[in-house]
T-cell receptor, first 116, second 116 residues
């Protein structure tokens, strides 16, 4: 768990609040990911960054805004969220290879987000 | 699009028995398939990876099989222990027309409960 850290672990926010989730990886990886995990649903990939450049954005609402200032840090900025956005938000990292090689992902502990 | 099916019902077994979890996919055969373990409120942890040209992979008490004809992977835990109780996720690499990608598609997971 110390390979990928996330803060805060729990967050309760109102629909009009602005907050940010932080992720840091200590594994020397070059790709980072944000996932959303809701009850009884599979992990939903939200954003992928490779070498600090966003390479994937799975039609996520604009109220979620990612930021990747360097290969070790990833943020998810939240504003005017809806109650249905309540979920576990997971950050992961991996070593990206342009040839599409094996991509084992290392996850952080997640942030449990509750939107009131 | 690729879909992964894992038994959504919990699997309850007695300590010492072998647990067998199933992962079925519906579309193309992936280049590789991975199994992760997830404990409540935590991020998934990588366990095993098996490639499309491998029939079986073992790691200590864990064994994974991969049958591309049946489009199925089986995950076995022998001599199960209460500490093995967790949700087990199956994940496949996403393939597009350009070949394998570095994106993973996850199943919803199967909850395993090992009774002492």
């Amino acid at each position: 768990e110390t390979g990928v850290t996330q803060t805060p672990r729990h967050l309760v926010m109102g629909m009009t609040n602005k907050k940010s989730l932080k992720c840091e990886q200590h594994l020397g990886h070059n790709a980072m990911y944000w996932y959303k995990q809701s009850a009884k649903k599979p992990l939903e990939l939200m954003f992928v960054y490779s070498l600090e450049e966003r390479v994937e954005n799975n039609s996520v609402p604009s109220r979620f805004s990612p930021e990747c200032p360097n290969s070790s840090h990833l943020f998810l900025h939240l504003h005017t969220l809806q109650p249905e956005d309540s979920a576990l938000y997971l950050c992961a990292s991996s070593q990206w290879s342009s040839g599409g090689g094996v991509d084992t992902q290392y996850f952080g502990p997640g942030t449990r987000l509750t939107v009131l | 699009s690729q879909k992964i099916e894992q038994n959504s019902e919990a699997l309850n077994i007695q300590e010492g028995k072998t647990a067998t979890l199933t992962c079925n996919y519906t579309n193309y055969s992936p280049a590789y398939l991975q199994w992760y373990r997830q404990d409540p409120g935590r991020g998934p942890v990588f366990l095993l990876l098996i490639r499309e040209n491998e029939k079986e992979k073992r790691k200590e008490r864990l064994k994974v099989t991969f049958d591309t004809t049946l489009k199925q992977s089986l995950f076995h835990i022998t001599a199960s222990q209460p500490a093995d109780s967790a949700t087990y996720l199956c994940a496949l690499d996403e393939v597009n027309y350009g070949g394998a990608t570095n994106k993973l598609i996850f199943g919803t997971g199967t909850l395993l409960a090992v009774q002492p």
